[in-house]
């Protein structure tokens, strides 16, 4: 920490000004920045009285790398041709454009040496911010946190732990899934995933099943199934080519990510099984097309459209010197 | 052009080699510079030897930029969220790297004043070439072209006209789906198109119904709508709506893209009408989660993932001072 402050005093936080002031940490540093337009004059009045009578001081770093020339933000995302991760970006560019940035994005393809390789590229560009969606562990990534680089973590959480987080609870998303299909007095169910799932799908798995058996169920009695691969399309087809062979299909199927429900369909399609008459399908992410050509899958909304918002919230928070945080946002099942 | 030259003698280009070699310019300009490992033995050797007889010289300036130490490429597109977009960017992405360059992607959701400014924070950082997917006519795009920086356009042209390019034949992608149609002996045929389009979806209406009208339909009997806006999915929707208020569904219907397909089926799902059986419906683009979840939807294939191989091998011949050119890809209709 860069502050300056006298020996023995605790410096007044933006944390403290924004808890006396009820209002978040990002609302009090964009007014003590200057930026006093998404807030209402009370609040900037309130804020900066408060500002004034606690004493605090904006962290210079912070402001002097703000005013620098380059205006660039770097994302780093996992296979821009997955619709969530094209939700996420489109979202974080809107967000870092109406605060005065640009991004420039970078598609990992999920793999530790391409990370590495954008991530050393964009240290070379002069970046002000790193946003790392559905990161994987690597060097250059371990070498950035080490140096203190500002970095959001979208999504999967960092591989190192800690750091500025934006994503959901996932234990609970798969949970919200179990209960949807147990209130519609379905018992007959399974679960499907990767071979080689992230953190965050395997919360999922773990939230559905976990939920199951507080309800009753054995883990015996949840069918599951996986299959290898990177591409959930094709898992999700593969894993339910195993789940129904030599078996019926289930009367409900949890999927940890749309492009799953999507490979299962095709699979149901192909083979006469109704979906959903002969068989519920809970997905999630609720990618936009679902509400155009799917009008069979339930899911869980991944509000990803606020993403941008809150991901600026804490690359700002970062900048000015506060310490790394997790937001978790609130997802809802929708029912079609 | 700054290729150094003796008066009165025209120099030997990239396209005499390659003519006579009978291989690509690509091919040729590879193998100038070094890059051996994609042409056969018997290739390579039959260039270099074509190369000493003919006198080519490389283009220096094209040596000397390849040279410096900036390796990245940076790709304007509108609406990552759209899922041909999205494919462009993964295929051109991948095209670079194997190349040896990154690529940074920047979201001009189809407006000038975003295009310019991302135009302007690329130039800012030395970027090696530019691809601009989908131009509009806009201030730094003129001024670009106009300083001769390789760009290369994909999907629609150059608004200024002139320049490398990649794409399909838009007019004949239309026609094919009259044909489509047609064959199936379908006679009542509509269109839906946004009242903003851009060339592409013009030219595959104007294709639509040039075919028609040399099948023997006159412009009266092939019912069209229109509606305003950006995306096409609302786009599909609205027009879908036009099209049948007071009318029955059309038997046969083209949309010039997927997208405002998936907003027509939306309508028709709603409203109780089944497809393909009461109107089949074709598209352009064939979307990869076509394939997985929207069935019923005949579309014309646009080989996306050869884009990018395409788009790389023009940029070179650009940094290798060769004229630009325009490269028409096959599209296919798949049927479903």
Chains 1, 2 share one sequence.
């Not at 002000?128 to 562990?137: L, S, T």
């Not at 169920?217 to 094709?234: C, F, I, K, N, T």
């Not at 804490?314 to 937001?327: F, M, N, R, V, Y």
């Amino acid at each position: 920490m860069n502050k300056q402050r006298p020996f023995g005093q605790e410096p007044v936080s933006l944390a403290t000004v924004a808890a006396q002031a009820g209002v978040s940490v990002a609302t009090v540093s964009r007014i003590v920045n200057g930026e006093t337009r998404r807030a209402s004059a009370e609040t900037v009045e309130r804020v900066q009285k408060l500002v004034a009578a606690l004493g605090y001081r904006p962290n210079r770093v912070g402001r002097t790398l703000r005013r620098r020339e380059s205006c660039i933000v770097a994302m780093l995302s996992p296979n821009l041709d997955n619709p969530a991760m094209a939700a996420i970006a489109a979202s974080v560019e809107a967000a870092l454009r109406s605060a005065g940035y640009v991004m420039i994005l970078c598609d990992t393809h999920d793999r530790a040496d391409l990370q590495d390789e954008y991530l050393h590229v964009m240290r070379s560009q002069v970046v002000q911010g790193y946003i790392v969606v559905n990161p994987v562990r690597s060097e250059a990534l371990s070498a950035s946190i080490a140096r203190g680089d500002p970095i959001v973590f979208v999504g999967r959480r960092n591989p190192d732990g800690g750091g500025a987080f934006v994503g959901i609870d996932n234990r609970r998303a798969g949970a919200d899934a179990a209960d949807h299909l147990w209130a519609r007095e379905i018992r007959d169910l399974a679960v499907i995933h990767p071979t080689q799932g992230s953190s965050a799908t395997r919360d999922r798995v773990h939230g559905f099943i976990t939920r199951l058996r507080e309800l009753g169920l054995s883990d015996g009695e949840v069918r599951q199934a996986e299959a290898p691969g990177l591409s959930h399309l094709e898992v999700g087809y593969a894993a339910a080519q195993r789940l129904v062979d030599g078996h019926p299909w289930p009367q409900g199927l949890f999927c940890p990510s749309d492009l799953m429900a999507y490979g299962a369909y095709r699979l149901a399609f192909e083979t006469g099984v109704r979906i959903p008459e002969d068989c519920r399908i809970v997905g999630v992410d609720d990618n936009k097309l679902n509400a155009w050509i799917a009008p069979w899958l339930t899911s869980v909304h991944i509000p990803y459209t606020d993403f941008g918002t809150e991901v600026v919230d804490q690359l700002q928070a970062l900048w000015d010197g506060e310490q790394p945080s997790e937001q978790l946002l609130p997802h809802k099942l929708i029912v079609r």
